[in-house]
């Protein structure tokens, strides 16, 4: 199984990324996002339960979305109004019962 995360790059505040999250050898349900700013332990942003249901960290609500694509075994997070704080590498796994290990994550860089 490998866990690909893209669609970082480096944006100015109060834009946008959609990031993606590709899982090759296993069929998605339920998802989750995390990010690790520097000097900080990763954190759980976003999850999309196998149930379709989401939950976001409150740091992030109204503003990050949460949605799979279970034919393209494929999550996604897209991110709205983003903050200099939202700066982070950004990691998918599954949910719930992650895997065991991480992909090289996504790096979304905010800076005026």
């Known amino acids: 199984v490998q866990l690909q995360a893209s669609g970082g790059g480096q944006v100015q505040p109060g834009e946008s990324l959609k990031l993606s999250c590709v899982v090759s050898?296993?069929?998605?349900?339920?998802m989750a996002w995390y990010r690790q700013a520097p000097g900080k332990q990763r954190a759980l942003v976003a999850r999309i339960n196998p149930d379709g249901d989401t939950n976001y960290a409150n740091s992030v609500k109204g503003r990050f979305t949460v949605s799979r694509d279970s034919a393209k075994n494929t999550a996604y997070l897209q991110m709205n109004n983003l903050k200099v704080e939202d700066t982070a590498v950004y990691y998918c796994n599954k949910y719930p019962f992650a895997y065991d290990f991480w992909g090289q994550g996504t790096l979304v860089t905010v800076s005026s």
């Open positions: 050898g296993d069929s998605i349900r339920g």
